[in-house]
């Protein structure tokens, strides 16, 4: 039989553009046609060569023989009372992730999953609890967009899209930087990269691979801590690439005029809430184009930390806003459907065995 079996076709959406046309000109197919497929698939929400009535139903048939079109299946759907909603997205090889939809932040924003699982295990985060289960190709990761806007209507609106839902995008660095590329691309959804914030707890030698990209998204850092003994209690990473060094790339790291590193810190009560710890926090970010975003701790079961109280957070933000620095606290979004920061773990997977081991505050007063 001449027909290519189906595991053998090639998964149409893991291509960047540029790959596509070199896939069709393999086939004598003209290069132009991959704009046209592209478009589909990744501005348009098409799941399959059928509907794309551009194309010759000759030239449909040929592409389904030689592609196919994976695309993750949205099994579950919860709406939060504040609007979040959140969705648990299921992957051809079976495993789960999860993705987070926040309507307005002041603008619409998609929380993304770079892995199933994470590797990072910070202890105060119950994605961290499932372990590593795989990493994600860049066209599961572009998938969760692909599925999402589709799924709410969202064509063509501007969105934002944070890299803070499961997995550590820096610890699956290719194909999180050929999303990116997929994103952004003007025959896909466009998404311009000031609208894209890669969070990361700082695995330095990606962190460093990064700062040479020609194309940068922001850059969020999950520092949580202000020193090394604490950090290493909740960021075991920082067992190996610790806060010192961590600082010292983030100072050299090239910005864009007029940007800023955005810091995380989870603030969790008597561990690293006390007024020693925001004065030691202006004292690291010194110097620094720097905005911290206070997370107050989204509690759950299994996680061993409680949340400060509301006076501690806002006696922590203003010592920071005090010296200068812009601080925003987050509002936990979507805590009542588990779809808030730290929050992502789905049930099932957790069962499976791990495959490898200038003074401004915003939003103090809510
Ligand atoms: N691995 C990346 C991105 C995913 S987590 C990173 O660590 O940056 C996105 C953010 O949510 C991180 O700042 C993370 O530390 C934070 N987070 C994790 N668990 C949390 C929890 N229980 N409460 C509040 N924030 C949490």
Not at 105 to 133: D, E, H, N, W, Y
Not at 146 to 154: A, Y
Not at 182 to 198: D, F
Not at 241 to 270: D, H, M, W
Request: hydrophobic share 35%; aromatic share 6%; proline share 5%.
């Amino acid at each position: 039989c001449l027909e290519p079996a189906v595991e053998a076709r090639i998964d149409v959406t893991d291509l960047e553009l540029a790959n596509l046309e070199s896939s069709l000109k393999t086939l004598n197919i003209e290069t132009y046609r991959a704009r046209q497929i592209y478009h589909w698939i990744h501005r348009r929400g098409a799941t399959a060569f059928d509907g794309m009535t551009d194309l010759s139903r000759q030239l449909r048939n040929d592409l389904a023989s030689r592609f196919k079109v994976s695309t993750p299946v949205i099994t579950e759907r919860q709406t939060s009372s504040d609007g979040t909603i959140k969705f648990a997205l299921q992957l051809t090889d079976g495993h789960q992730i999860e993705s987070v939809f926040i309507p307005e932040t002041p603008r619409k924003t998609f929380c993304l999953s770079t892995q199933v699982g994470c590797a990072m295990q910070c202890t105060f985060c119950l994605t961290g609890k499932m372990g590593i289960i795989r990493n994600l190709s860049a066209g599961e990761i572009v998938g969760q967009v692909r599925v999402l806007t589709r799924e709410l209507d969202l064509f063509e609106q501007p969105f934002n899209i944070v890299l803070m839902g499961m997995g550590e995008p820096l610890h699956n660095y290719d194909n999180t930087m050929q999303a990116l590329r997929m994103l952004t691309c003007s025959y896909g959804q466009a998404v311009p990269l000031r609208r894209i914030t890669l969070s990361t707890v700082g695995v330095l030698p990606a962190l460093q691979r990064l700062a040479s990209e020609p194309a940068m998204p922001n850059l969020a850092v999950s520092l949580h801590g202000t020193t090394e003994v604490q950090r290493n209690q909740l960021v075991p990473i920082n067992r190996k690439y610790g806060l010192e060094e961590l600082i010292a790339t983030c100072q050299s790291f090239p910005l864009k005029r007029r940007s800023r590193i955005t810091f995380e810190y989870v603030l969790i009560k008597n561990v690293n809430d006390s007024e020693d710890d925001a004065r030691r926090l202006v004292k690291i970010l010194s110097g620094m184009k720097a905005k911290v975003n206070v997370i107050p701790l989204n509690t759950a079961s299994g996680i061993p930390f409680e949340r400060p109280s509301k006076e501690r957070i806002n006696r922590f933000g203003k010592i920071l806003a005090r010296h200068q620095l812009t601080v925003s606290v987050r509002k936990s979004r979507g805590h009542d459907i588990r779809a808030a920061c730290g929050q992502l773990m789905l049930e099932n997977e957790k069962q499976r065995p791990l495959q490898q081991p200038k003074g401004r505050i915003k939003g103090l007063n809510n």
